[in-house]
């Protein structure tokens, strides 16, 4: 008798202990993990937000390229530094290949553009090099906001969470 009054209170403390630990643990990856996707999410609407900018394609740049087209000044570089540094910390790697092809297009593009005697009214062989290059340009940047949609599941229609449970609308909401 004395035996099962030591034992299972016992031993019920010890598996409350275990769950308890168990759950903070859980909890914790859980707040980990929504802290990194609203890092992602911040960086993804950055990306996309400074999409437009040659100067970020820097690290795929011959030296004759970076001498015309890289960052111009300290904030140009800071931007491309934090971008790249953040990309490479919390991006996935689809996100970065695509943002790094789109970058490259938009320098190319911009190379292109700044190579013609006047942008406003080009030739039509300047025309006929740049359209396919402005083409490569929108197709990269579609990729990209394609990718990170998909990642941040932008499209997916959510649940309500009362929808989830098997509960009625509540009535602030009718």
């Known amino acids: 008798m004395a035996l099962e009054t030591i034992i299972l209170p ?7 202990g275990a769950v308890a630990i168990s759950s903070m ?3 914790r990856r859980v707040a980990e ?4 996707w609203e890092k992602r999410a911040a960086l993804y609407v950055e990306l996309l937000e400074h ?10 740049m011959t030296p004759e390229e970076h001498l015309y087209a890289g960052p ?3 904030e140009e570089r800071a931007l491309l530094r934090s971008l790249t540094a953040r990309s490479d910390a919390f991006a996935s790697r689809d996100v970065r290949d695509r943002w790094r092809v789109a970058m490259r297009a938009i320098l190319d593009l911009d190379m292109c553009i700044s190579s013609m005697s006047n942008p406003m009214r080009p030739t039509p062989e300047e025309s006929r090099r740049a359209t396919p290059l402005s083409q490569a340009c929108e197709a990269a940047l579609d990729k990209l906001r394609d990718q990170i ?12 969470w009362w929808r989830r449970s098997g509960r009625a609308e509540p009535l602030a909401l009718r």
């Open 10 to 16: 016992g031993f019920a403390i010890i598996v409350s």
């Open 51 to 60: 999409n437009r900018r040659p100067y970020l394609a820097s690290a795929d």
């Open 33 to 36: 993990d929504g802290r990194i």
């Open 149 to 160: 949609r998909s990642e941040l599941h932008t499209d997916r229609p959510h649940r309500r």
């Open 72 to 74: 111009r000044d300290d």
């Open 25 to 27: 643990r859980s909890q």
